[in-house]
């Protein structure tokens, strides 16, 4: 079974530093995008960042010059480095993975993390 495990949520001050992490696991043929999402209360869940199989970023334009999205294909793990962090960057935010699991799949799926808080506030 394919999981998705963020880590690095945390409560950070204004003009702050962060740096999530995500680790996909189990039993996984292939990994094609992996990204980043996030939802703040009251609000729908948008895109913060996606990064291709070969390594193609996009971003968000609220996040643009401030996060920087990374991966390692030998370690399954996605990474979503954070600066100058902003109240308004509060959020939960959620780990994504479009992957082709081991066995008999012959197409890929969408998996989702648990979420991991973060809170930007003096």
């Known amino acids: 079974q394919v999981q998705l495990v963020e880590s690095g949520g945390a409560l950070v001050q204004p003009g702050g530093s962060l740096r999530l992490s995500c680790a996909a696991s189990?039993?996984?043929?292939?990994?094609?995008?992996m990204g980043w999402y996030r939802q703040a209360p009251g609000k729908q869940r948008e895109l913060v960042a996606l990064?291709?199989?070969?390594?193609?970023?996009n971003y968000a334009d609220s996040v643009k010059g401030r996060f920087t999205i990374s991966r390692d294909n030998a370690k399954n793990m996605v990474y979503l480095q954070m600066n100058s962090l902003r109240p308004e960057d509060t959020a939960v935010y959620y780990c994504n993975a479009n992957l082709r699991p081991a066995g008999p799949y012959y197409r890929a799926y969408d998996y989702w993390g648990q979420g991991t808080q973060v809170t930007v506030s003096s």
């Open positions: 990064i291709t199989s070969s390594d193609i970023t």
């Open positions: 189990g039993s996984i043929f292939s990994i094609n995008h």
